[in-house]
């Protein structure tokens, strides 16, 4: 019987190791099961933000061509509302070429003529800021003002326009279109 004991001593270590090799497995099955949801809810992740990036990249390439196709309207249109109030006064000098056409009456033609100025210089002036100015007897201011011939001129103490070839204009007060003046300089001795 004593053998028999010895046998089952032996043998009882090896039921215990092996239910510790069974436990074991279980916990490797039961980790690598756990890694592979792990993985697979980090694919799908990964998947998402994939599909998040790209919508983005997609809506701001759009943004993009939107904001060109704005520009290129802007631009395009830019002179639309001036162009528009133009448009009366167009009308008035077709009126006034209709009637030079039948009336030979210059005064009358003239009249009309200078009405049509006075229309389009007035909506310029007060829908778009231009603003003409004539500086005849004016210092002269080189800023401003463009010598197209300079006369030595008794009586004068410093330079001063004579006489104005072109009315110079100026947009918002910045010129952009400078006067054309003869200038009158102080005679040398």
């Known amino acids: 019987m004593a053998d028999e004991e ?55 390439e759009n943004y993009k061509k939107r904001l060109r196709q704005e520009k290129e309207n802007a631009v395009k249109f830019a002179n639309e509302a001036l162009i528009r109030d133009l448009l009366d006064p167009l009308d008035n000098f077709a009126r006034a070429i209709e009637a030079s056409e039948k009336s030979k009456d210059f005064d009358t033609i003239r009249t ?11 909506l310029l002036k007060n829908n778009w800021g231009l603003e003409a100015y004539s500086p005849e007897g004016e210092d002269f201011n080189p800023a401003d003002m ?17 006489q104005v070839f072109v009315k110079g204009y100026k947009l918002h007060g910045k010129v952009i279109r400078a006067a054309k003046v003869v200038v009158g300089k102080p005679k040398s001795n």
Not at 112 to 122: K, L, N, Y
Not at 146 to 162: I, N, R
């Open 146 to 162: 463009e010598a197209c011939m300079m006369q030595e001129v008794e009586g004068l103490d410093k330079e001063k326009v004579l």
């Open 6 to 60: 010895i046998k089952k001593e032996e043998e009882a270590p090896a039921v215990e190791e092996t239910k510790d090799n069974e436990t074991a497995s279980e916990e490797v099955v039961s980790e690598c099961d756990t890694l592979r949801n792990k993985v697979k809810e980090l694919e799908e992740e990964i998947a998402d933000l994939k599909d998040k990036a790209l919508r983005e990249a997609a809506e701001t």
């Open 112 to 122: 009309g003529v200078v009405m049509v100025e006075d229309q389009i210089h007035t």
